[in-house]
């Protein structure tokens, strides 16, 4: 066991969380029959994977799924989709005889993991045992690569030995080719997360909705230190033209709450948290909770995009553009720079700098007709299906084989 793995597994057993532990150890009950075993890091990487779960479900009615992922939240999310046939798991450590336990157990028949999940001992023990190992959603920063590179003859074992792989960017996709993976297993470029749809059953909030109409309210979504500084000041310069304006200002992490609302008291603006179950009917909604994000979506007409301001990478656009929102975002947009180039090219986003740039777009859209236009835009410019289509293929192909 490597000393990593035997550190995790000794808090967790000092913690007494026995059943993480056994889960970490690939111990638990199985569900019969064959599996397809997909693993997806968080939340994101499973909710981008969710169409081709269902594809495999509809295409294979002996097949069941087991997912596996490195966070509780992410379980609980696959368990709260209640999909037949499929079961969710903490992931198991990477280790030669948890994997070996895994692959009978489950009588795994293919291994897919999303975006940047590459564990060599399990790509290297299904490769042996024949079980087809496939890469969606691949993303491989430059940074990463030359990480790769300097074990140079571990990465071309590994990615030697992938049978499918579609990469999110054609960027990703030369990397891992110069690291090792096969010409002929390289699929569609395609970011799975361009296949996001509303969720069907997000209920309406009439409180919300008489508060916060559509046309003049603005989210903030997935802010980080240092954005809420720019939104408020944003919000305080755009309100000398627009008083009827209303934001929505949704951290990234609900903790944060706290001192969000102390800059909005310092700037003196009325707000209410949703955390406390305060009623929606001041100027400001701090959203400070978790799983809402489709509800702010809904409710906006213009979507900030969080994390652009800074050195962190910047947040989906795809989650915005599928609500036509008006997408506004800063410079930083590194973890989506070819969906941001699509949006640049076709006119279809406002990058802006400063908390003055930003209100001067919160003003240029004050028009609803203006905010469905970049919506409409910007869902035009991320369309994707018919290389979704394309990889769903290859994917029933994979399991046929």
């Keep these: 066991m490597t000393f990593v793995s035997l550190v995790l597994l000794l808090r967790d057993c000092l913690r007494g969380d026995w059943a993480l532990a056994a889960g970490r150890l690939g111990r638990g009950a199985a569900a019969p029959g064959p599996h397809l075993w997909l693993h997806a890091a968080s939340n994101g990487e499973l909710t981008s994977a969710r169409p081709l779960i269902e594809h495999v479900l509809s295409l294979r009615p002996d097949l069941g799924i087991l997912i596996t992922c490195n966070t509780a939240s992410a379980v609980e999310l696959a368990k709260s989709w209640?999909?037949?046939?499929?079961s969710a798991r903490l992931a198991p450590f990477d280790l030669g005889f948890i994997n070996r336990r895994m692959l009978?157990?489950?009588?795994?028949?293919?291994?897919?993991?999303?975006?940047?999940?590459?564990?060599?001992?399990?790509?290297?023990?299904?490769?042996?045992?024949?079980?087809?190992?496939?890469i969606f959603g691949a993303r491989l920063t430059q940074r990463t690569a030359r990480g790769w590179a300097r074990v140079g003859r571990l990465s071309r074992r590994i990615l030697g030995r992938i049978s499918y792989l579609s990469a999110q960017d054609s960027r990703s996709l030369a990397r891992m080719r110069a690291l090792g993976l096969r010409a002929s297993a390289a699929g569609p470029v395609l970011d799975l997360k361009a296949s996001y749809t509303p969720p069907p059953d997000l209920t309406p909030d009439t409180a919300l909705h008489a508060a916060f109409p559509r046309a003049q309210t603005w989210l903030a979504a997935s802010t980080h230190p240092g954005d809420e500084q720019v939104v408020i000041k944003a919000h305080l310069l755009a309100r000398a033209s627009r008083p009827d304006l209303r934001l929505i200002l949704a951290p990234r992490h609900a903790r944060r709450g706290d001192g969000v609302a102390a800059q909005l008291e310092a700037a003196g603006l009325a707000f209410s948290r949703r955390s406390l179950g305060e009623p929606p009917a001041k100027e400001v909604l701090l959203a400070d909770t978790m799983g809402e994000m489709a509800l702010w979506y809904a409710?906006?007409?213009?979507?900030?995009?969080?994390?652009?301001?800074?050195?962190?990478?910047?947040h989906t656009p795809?989650?915005?553009?599928?609500?036509?929102?008006?997408?506004?975002?800063?410079?930083d947009v590194h973890n989506f720079s070819a969906a941001f180039s699509r949006l640049q090219r076709a006119g279809a986003a406002l990058c802006i700098k400063t908390p003055q740039d930003?209100?001067?777009?919160?003003?240029?859209?004050?028009?609803?007709?203006?905010?469905?236009?970049?919506?409409?835009?910007?869902?035009?410019?991320?369309?994707?299906?018919?290389?979704?289509?394309?990889?769903?293929?290859?994917?029933?192909?994979?399991?046929?084989?």
Excluded at 105 to 112: D, F, L, P, S
Aim: with cysteine; charged share 20%.
């Design 358 to 401: 930003l209100a001067q777009a919160l003003v240029e859209l004050e028009n609803p007709a203006a905010q469905a236009r970049l919506g409409v835009a910007a869902q035009e410019a991320l369309h994707q299906a018919d290389a979704l289509e394309r990889v769903k293929a290859d994917l029933g192909r994979l399991l046929a084989a």
């Design 104 to 134: 009978k157990k489950w009588q795994v028949v293919a291994h897919v993991t999303m975006e940047s999940e590459l564990w060599p001992d399990r790509v290297m023990r299904c490769s042996a045992a024949g079980i087809p190992v496939a």
């Design 82 to 86: 209640q999909l037949d046939r499929v």
């Design 299 to 314: 409710q906006a007409g213009i979507v900030f995009i969080g994390g652009t301001l800074s050195d962190r990478g910047g």
């Design 318 to 331: 795809y989650e915005p553009a599928a609500f036509g929102g008006a997408i506004v975002h800063g410079p």
